[in-house]
């Protein structure tokens, strides 16, 4: 697994790459918007780990500009934990948010949710609805 950590505070980068060492990922850091997005069609991580207050470009706008060319997942990570611009983040086309600080736990739990394969998430989405539309009929 691949996993790209995009945050302007380097304490913050190093403190991530040690939290997710238990992943026994390869993890690349960035502490700049611009080279976030390079590293990202560099390497094609397999989930990108997010800050939204950067300077020069922003999250939000990080975002948006993977999403232009790639569907990796993307995991928000801020301090901000205000409802609207968590939506703001959400519709810029991250697939996850958590508000600083988040347990080492949590957070390993919301990556290895959002690299599961597909399939494996669909039929246990699926399995569900199904017994629920058979129910209401």
């Known amino acids: 697994m691949k996993i790209l950590v995009i945050d302007d505070d380097p ?26 997005i390079e590293l990202a069609a560099t390497y094609h991580p397999d989930i990108i780990v997010l800050d939204l207050m950067m300077p020069e470009m922003d999250g939000w706008q990080v975002c948006q500009k993977i999403r ?8 928000i990570i801020s301090a901000i934990d205000n409802p609207g611009l968590i939506a703001k983040a959400l519709d810029s086309g991250a697939d996850d948010f ?6 080492s736990g949590v957070l390993i739990a919301h990556i290895l949710n959002l690299t599961r ?14 017994a629920f539309n058979r129910q209401v009929k």
Do not use: H, Y
């Open 98 to 103: 958590l508000v600083k600080p988040v347990p």
């Open 11 to 36: 304490a913050m980068t190093d403190l991530l790459r040690l939290v997710l060492s238990p992943i026994q990922a390869a993890i690349f850091t960035s502490n700049s918007g611009p080279e976030g």
């Open 117 to 130: 394969p597909r399939s494996i998430q669909a039929n246990t989405i699926s399995a569900p609805a199904a």
């Open 68 to 75: 232009e060319s790639s569907n990796v997942p993307i995991l």
